[in-house]
Each structure stands twice: as structure tokens, then as C-alpha cells.
């Protein structure tokens, strides 16, 4: 199974000020038809996952810009430019290029 | 905008079966996953099942208890987990998935595995 590993698990950020969460999978998760099936999703407290980034960096319908992801192969990268009190929760990247999907530890991210 | 209704709470004592539905109110586009999250876990990846042929694909640890099933009539998924343990407590989430991945999510249902 592929293990991808998030740092950092948790991440204390200033209103306004950038934050950025890694997650590295333990292969390559370029798939057989080019694409490369990472993604990224947001946890709130007590609600379901809502999805963020998928195909390492195209922003879902609805995500602000202020949301990015980058990456290739077997780094990739979210980052927020300027953090808000709504960005509060738990960040997980996911795989879907082989299966078993597999998800990170998750990066909890709270505000300073 | 396509939602995913899942069936209300359950609780099973050990050894039990429980099995969740989730009902889209629109197009399934490729099919339906499902994750469960115990508490204060992370997310984990359980598997899924394609909406047009019904074919599935489970994660290792889930595929001798955990059946999905798929009404299309309905558009209705379900999935089954027999002899429950108490680590199976948990919240399982039901999941379309799209071409951009896990797009809708329903917002949980709680089983409570518990003697």
C-alpha cells in the first residue's frame, strides 16, 4: 500500500499570516493515464471532509484562490496564503492512484 | 447540487452486522466510496463500488467483512459490515466519486459497537 505522510501533524498560524501542510507518498503516484490522483480535503470540527484540491493543484468549485497545491511525483504541497478563522480544522491529503486509496495522519491547523 | 443522505445511528453489541445506506438525490457520476473515521482518528479509506457495473474494490483489512452494494433505481448505496467489534465504533462517511475525486460527502453515520 502506499504511505503518505503529512508534516506537520499540527500547525499554530497567525490570522493573515501563510501556513503550509507536505505530504509525501512512499511511490510515485503518477497513474497509468498521466494524471496524478492527489488530492487534498478540509476537516471542520464535527463535520464531514469537503474537498479542497484534487489533480495536485485544481481548486475545487467554490475554494477560495487563496488555496493552492503543488507537487509532482512524490512531493506535493497545500499552502494557504493568508490564513482565516474558517481555515480551522484538519487537513488530509489522499491518494487515488493505486489501490488502496490512502489517506495522511492529517495536519491539524489552529490559529495563534 | 447533488447531496448524499446517510441512515441514522446505529448501535450493535460485538459480533453483530450493520449495514448503512446513502441516498443521492442526483447523478452518482462514478460511483460511491466509503471512510470511516473512529474517534479522534484520521480518515481511513475503505473502498468503493463503480456505479455502472456494480464491480468493487476494498481496502485489504475490510474485504472479509465489509460488502457495498449499489441501487441504481434508487440511487441508493449500502454498505455492510458483519461481525462487528468494538473497534469498528466509528463514523462512516459515504462519498461520490467523480472526476474530481471525492466531490459530495454525506455527513455521517455514527456506529457504536458496544456490549
Known amino acids: 500500500d502506499i504511505v503518505m505522510t503529512q508534516t506537520p501533524l499540527s500547525s499554530s498560524v497567525t490570522l493573515g499570516q501563510p501556513a503550509s501542510i507536505s505530504c509525501r507518498s512512499s511511490q510515485s503516484l503518477v497513474h497509468s493515464d498521466g494524471d496524478t490522483k492527489l488530492s487534498w480535503l478540509h476537516q471542520r470540527p464535527g463535520q464531514p471532509p469537503k474537498l479542497l484540491i484534487y489533480e495536485i493543484s485544481k481548486r475545487f468549485s467554490g475554494v477560495p484562490d487563496r488555496f493552492s497545491g503543488s507537487g509532482a511525483g512524490t512531493d506535493f504541497t497545500l499552502k494557504i496564503s493568508r490564513v482565516e478563522p474558517d481555515d480551522v480544522g484538519v487537513y488530509y491529503c489522499v491518494q487515488a492512484t493505486q489501490y488502496p486509496h490512502t489517506f495522511g495522519q492529517g495536519t491539524k491547523l489552529e490559529i495563534k | ?115
Open chain 2, 1 to 115: 447540487q447533488v447531496q448524499l443522505v446517510q441512515s441514522g445511528a446505529e448501535v450493535k453489541k460485538p459480533g453483530a452486522s450493520v449495514k448503512v445506506s446513502c441516498k443521492a438525490s442526483g447523478f452518482l457520476a462514478d460511483g460511491v466510496a466509503w471512510v470511516r473515521q473512529a474517534p479522534g482518528q484520521g480518515l481511513e479509506w475503505m473502498g468503493w463500488i463503480h456505479v455502472y457495473n456494480g464491480d468493487t474494490n476494498y481496502a485489504h483489512k475490510f474485504q472479509d467483512r465489509v460488502t457495498m452494494t449499489i441501487d441504481t433505481s434508487t440511487h441508493t448505496a449500502y454498505m455492510e459490515v458483519t461481525s462487528l467489534r468494538s473497534d469498528d465504533t466509528a463514523i462512516y462517511y459515504c462519498a461520490r466519486r467523480g472526476p474530481q475525486y471525492m466531490d459530495v460527502w454525506g455527513k455521517g453515520t455514527t456506529v457504536t459497537v458496544s456490549s
